[in-house]
């Protein structure tokens, strides 16, 4: 029988399932000699790669020394058995021998311990014939007895919602996607290190509102208990709470949080994620455009080593010059639309005749629509600038021409990753915004914004002038080339139950009911 098959009939679900049941066998006869498979005590004295980078020493002066890990390799040779032991640093060879062991312990490592088994180890450094740096164990003690054994590295986990599902595996067998990880957690203290080198105050707001401000999107709605008070999960990182911190005199403010959107996925799209925003007092579209493009730049640079990527098979350079991309003028370059002049009637025959599916028939859909269909074809690194007044309902209009907004986004790969504008302080202008927004509300878009009439008392009260920005883990997706699932440690699954048929109709009735 080839490698190849005979792997495959080891990941069979009987030979699985006849694997768990010697695994519980074997628990059990430890248990009765006496052995505690969970203890909570552990001896560690060094991670794996802090003995390997002392090894000398350890070798020099014999030395013993504790080790923990999880058991990845087991091969026996007749009263040596040789196996290897791993944690987060790297991995160690460990050396058992019957002389050093005696009988009845090596016995029992041998017929009763399993990859996948969570050990300490006592042992002294010693170097194999092959020239492989090793421990010789003196002594070891269980410390978490595994009753399912790892997949096979290579045809364990091919499946992808397996491997999303299962991420704690996923992540155990690829150590690239451990990485990624990491560089994603490096991508985010950079980014805090920028915020807070450039003066920048970091703040929590509330992730539980009673109305969603600082996007359209549609919310999580649940209800507090307590207060018998319908509430929503946000759909920004705080960006109306921000701003109130301009009115009591914070000029330099961000935070990192979770965003939820009750919308659909996709390669782009997750319905939870973490975006940063920042609010900056004095400064407006102009000023929040130099400061983007010196963050991104430098995320680029110290995460990823270097400025020039690809994304989706589109070439970019983050040190390039960032271009500046007229909305109006783009829309009507690709499509003949003129979306300040042009009909809803003729914007709808557009779309259709370019095969685009679109939600609502209002003006501002219609042109996020058109807009959306046009990003697709720009590389970037660019910024979009003068947004219309309807699809920017928190921006600031521009002077000289009211119909327009002070408002950026960049475009990178086809896609809009991070957003921001020379925010509204005018209080008349905010309210007879979200007037418009509560009208589209009645009329049944769920996407437009919700009004805050307490956020409007407070720019009554006066904020400065102010830019605002807003951009997530999308960045470090695409600057990974990696959808957003894949570089979502957790990503929301389905629920796998196991439920008997009874209970399977007891629900079906139960809906029917409802």
């Not at 074997?26 to 790669?49: S, T, W």
């Amino acid at each position: 029988m080839s490698e190849e098959n005979n792997t495959n009939n080891l990941n069979s679900n009987n030979d699985f399932s006849r694997e768990q049941e010697d695994r519980l066998r074997k628990l059990n006869q430890l248990e009765e000699n006496g052995v505690n498979p969970y203890p909570a005590k552990v001896k560690r004295d060094l991670f794996i790669n802090e003995f390997i980078d002392s090894f000398s020493d350890f070798e020099e002066n014999q030395k013993e020394i504790y080790i923990a890990g999880r058991l990845r390799a087991k091969r026996e040779h007749g009263n040596l058995t040789f196996a290897n032991i791993e944690d987060t640093s790297g991995t160690l060879q460990l050396a058992f021998s019957k002389k050093a062991l005696g009988n009845d312990e090596y016995k029992q490592f041998v017929k009763l311990i399993d990859v996948a088994d969570f050990l300490q180890v006592k042992g002294t450094a010693f170097v194999t014939h092959k020239g492989e740096k090793s421990l010789m164990i003196k002594e070891y003690k269980l410390l978490g007895k595994a009753l399912r054994p790892i997949p096979d590295s290579w045809y364990g986990l091919k499946d992808e919602e397996e491997r999303y599902r299962k991420r704690y595996l996923d992540l155990l067998l690829n150590p690239e996607l451990k990485e990624m990880f990491r560089k994603k957690a490096k991508f985010w203290e950079v980014a805090r290190d920028f915020m807070k080198r450039h003066g920048f105050f970091e703040v929590e707001t509330p992730t539980l509102e009673t109305t969603t401000g600082g996007a359209e999107a549609n919310p999580f709605k649940t209800l507090h208990d307590d207060y018998d008070l319908p509430v929503y999960l946000r759909i920004s990182v705080g960006e109306l709470w921000q701003k109130r911190l301009m009115a009591a005199g914070f000029e330099r403010v961000f935070e990192i949080g979770r965003v939820y959107r009750n919308e659909g996925s996709s390669p782009d799209h997750l319905q939870e994620f973490t975006n940063l925003e920042f609010y900056l007092a004095y400064a407006d579209y102009e000023k929040g455009m130099e400061i983007v493009t010196e963050l991104y730049r430098e995320i680029a640079q110290k995460v990823f080593g270097k400025t020039k990527f690809v994304t989706k098979g589109m070439e970019y350079d983050l040190s390039d010059e960032w271009v500046k991309i007229d909305y109006r003028d783009e829309v009507l370059k690709q499509t003949g639309i003129d979306v300040l002049k042009d009909s809803e009637e003729k914007m709808k025959t557009k779309l259709d005749e370019l095969g685009v599916k679109y939600e609502g028939d209002n003006r501002e859909r219609l042109t996020d629509t058109l807009w959306k269909y046009c990003r697709r074809n720009i590389a970037g690194p660019a910024f979009l600038i003068n947004h219309p007044k309807l699809v920017s309902p928190l921006a600031k209009a521009k002077p000289e021409n009211k119909e327009l907004t002070e408002r950026f986004q960049v475009i990178i790969a086809g896609s809009e990753i991070g957003n921001g504008f020379s925010e509204l302080n005018d209080p008349i202008d905010q309210r007879k915004r979200f007037e418009l927004q509560q009208e589209l509300i009645d009329r049944g878009d769920n996407e437009a914004m919700m009004p805050d009439w307490e956020f409007v008392e407070m720019l009554e009260h006066g904020i400065p002038p102010t830019c605002g920005f807003g951009f997530g883990e999308r960045l470090f997706a695409f600057l990974s080339d990696k959808p957003v699932r894949e570089i979502t440690l957790f990503p929301l699954m389905k629920p796998k139950f196991e439920q008997n048929d009874e209970k399977d109709n007891k629900s079906k009735e139960d809906k029917e009911n409802k």
